[in-house]
């Protein structure tokens, strides 16, 4: 009794570590680990089961055959009835710097934030995530892998009249799992006003009933996915850029104070200011039967379709997409400086950006913009992109962004190596040398990486912890 | 000869290490040393006489003895005839969120963003900074210590005319110095619209030519005067925060995901939108021949003064300025879990700030807030503050908010110490603990920490430091 009385106290050990690294280790082990529930080739047929089983068609319509939205008669915007959902506005931008600039242009107003959450879970000592078969209108193939939720406001308070979405109780409850990243990120800033989406990942809690349209698959197989062309879909691959990683500790070409420092450089540069405006008050755009469109044929179109499917939470409906105008590039120049890869980002304007200027591939354009014979002079390192030699390529496929609103948009990621001819030590101002570490520590937080750089830094990390 | 052949070709090594500690430390060592080129007695000293040199008066003038400036008819706003400088509007924020808000108000809308820079250099091996003895017509003193550049485009620019800008070149150029930090930091989002500043600290490269409005102090100096009220300007305590520290290594109560992943949780709890609109447009809001006032002389008036001063890049003008009423009070309330000092942070929605949300002090109120009755019961935490034991108070002074822009805006700014009775360890679910590590950590970055807490941290570095 006396010996129990000197020991002292225990004083409660509530602290814990700013920073474990215990997930991304545990996700890094995920990463190597290709073998899964299901092999990787058996997901592909999984993936092609579930879409004849979906029985989806997607039509295309007049607009006019819109049901429940309607065109605003003063402002000609594309609303939906509820008021919720999203809409189809007017958007002026106007850029004050070297040079002044001003644009006007349809933009989708979404100002709900999503939530796109991945399910994580252990099985014989392999965290193993929750990826749904999800049909989405404007994807070519109609299903993809999505994350195990991905859900508006608007569906999950099922403003559309459809069903509960699934395994949302994990991402809205602290009590079903354990969070493991959750953060803030932009979508694409030349399509959406101020639009940004919640990525989480979540460790569940207890036994996890699995619904025919989901599977257990590791995070090496996704890396194996992603090297195919339109499997796993935009908002998985954002959330999954978002994974803690282990970083490697290497060296930079620059220091992080003068990586951000340069960042504040260019958003000094500029004055950035973007609103949004009757849709009919945007010139040089013209509405018809079939398409909301550029005069031209430029930029990007919004039509309507009719979508009949089995396994979304309503069963058929319709809807306004905005289709873009040819396939876009989204590519990262990368060299070795002493033995660490760098990646060359740019520090680029998009008018629906939050804080206007966030970091994106090295060349991100559309095919309207690089088909164009001017485009090789215009747009830096494009000329190194389109005639990259084929060897030099490391990283290629084609994948398509968010089907919900987006009709085959797709964009061909590259990450491409190259010598200090192609893009030299002291590039242009607004472009920046970084390491994967870099964009690492930066993703962490929100309105640093845009949304086409995030589906890079997603596909070198896979690439990286893989060895490939 | 044939020796020098086998030695392999040195490597360039032209990659740094992503985070030096070498300028931490020196700011760190700095920040120990209290005796520098002049004592601090002595500053306090310089600061009167170069108030008594300067001669200058600031008188309030009638609205209409305005000079430059005038009020559009069509939207009743205050604007500079230039079209620079800063202007009046009117504002509309809504919040949506468990309980929905709108209010209308005046707003300072100011889109340019100032430089503010503190230029330092080693003297007998330490650290100094070079600070200014500046006039700002809204300062109940008139002078106070402002960073050694603090200039808006417009200054720099010379739109008003003045004289060019001391030390500007070595903000601007990258041959005169060595960037330490520079980040886009917000200014109060309850009285500007989305108003961001540069803060920068440069390390001078040869030579600096000392003008008689400006002094080297080291950085202990500058903490004591931080203890002092109405010494150091809000230009010089935001650069201040924003000064690389070590950190301590400490554990938390929560991890960095954890405090990240909570912040996601609050901004995705409310939405807020807010927008300029015409100030004629702002009910509950007059104007007579002195001042733009709200009907029952809450919150804040717009007014005009005449100033007639020597020292500044223009002898004479006149100005609106933004006269809070009364003095405002910003707290932390402080606990230590397992020996670490931890500070309760409130994220808070202020209509101006370009995320909506950043972290504040646990308590920042005006005067007409917390005088109201009912505001202990309405206010959380406030009841803490006025009614703490004095011993428990580790900070305590009044400061000045911007005095180019703010008239007579003081605020008490204090540190106090708190048990579990008084703030709980589970707080309600907008305010979270966190150690100073973690507000360092995100102060790097943009849109996280608003200017009050910030220079609550300015100070907590300075006494974690000198040990005070």
Redo the contacts between chains.
Sequence with gaps: MAEKRLRPRA??????????PT?ATRLAQSTVTTSGVMSTEDVVCWLERRRLAGKSCVLRIPLAELVGWRFDESTGNLEHSSGRFFSVEGYRVSVEGEVSEQWLQPILNQ???AVLGLLVQEFNGILHVLMQAKMEPGNCNLIQLSPTVQATRSNYLKVHGGAAVRYLEYFTSQDRGR??????QSEQGTWFDRKVN?NIIVEAKGDVPVHEDFCWLTFGQLGQLLQHDNIVNMDARTVLSCM?MSETG?????????L??WF??V??RY?V?AERIPLSAVPHWTRDEVAIRHIEGRHFAVVAVSVNAESRETASWTQPLLEPCGEGIACFLTRE??G?PHYLVHASIEGGF??AIELAPTVQCTSSDYKDPAARDRIPFLDAVLSANPKCIQYQAVQSEEGGRFLNAQTRYMVIGVTGREAP?VPPPDYFWV?R??LTSLV????YINIQARTLLACLNAMANSGV
Tied chains: 1, 2.
Excluded: Y
């Excluded at 290497?250 to 003068?258: G, K, P, R, T, Y």
């Design positions: 004083i409660p050990a509530i602290l814990r570590p700013r920073n474990d997930d100002p709900e934030i969070v493991i990243v959750d953060i803030l919640r803690p290497s060296a930079a070409l620059h220091s992080d104070v003068e951000l420092a504040t450089g958003r000094c004055a200011r400086f002493d660490v939050v804080n030590t390491t570490d870099q962490k937080h929100s309105s």
